[in-house]
């Protein structure tokens, strides 16, 4: 099972840009699907967005699409999320898993979060 490590949240105000970033243990890393889910305070997980091993296949929530982009580096067996335009919205901890497929990603291997605060 791969570990994995989020890092890059942070606050900013709104209409700012962070960089998370997903760094995964071992070479399944490469070959796995990688997504992005948050969960902000009294709500539910809701799924972000996750990209195909090879880079080549993406998909995102309408909530941050043309926002949100997400990218990996599988040299340096890492995943990013590039979030521009952020809105207070987003406010959320920021997970990333892994999976063989995107609809098993839920099951995956999840790494403990990063936060990402949104101020007005």
């Known amino acids: 099972q791969v570990q994995l490590v989020e890092s890059g949240g942070g606050l900013v105000q709104a209409g700012e840009s962070l960089r998370l970033s997903c760094v995964g243990s071992g070479r399944i890393f490469s070959v796995s699907f990688v997504g992005w889910f948050r969960q902000a305070p009294g709500k539910e997980r809701e799924f972000v967005s996750w990209i195909s091993p090879r880079g080549s296949s993406t998909s995102y929530a309408d909530s941050v699409k043309g926002r949100f982009t997400i990218s990996r580096d599988n040299a340096k067996n890492t995943v990013y999320l590039q979030m521009n335009s952020l809105k207070p919205e987003d406010t959320a901890l920021y997970y990333c898993?892994?999976?063989?497929?995107?609809?098993?990603?839920?099951?995956?291997?999840w790494g403990q979060g990063t936060q990402v605060i949104v101020s007005s």
């Open positions: 898993a892994a999976a063989n497929a995107p609809s098993t990603l839920t099951a995956g291997s």
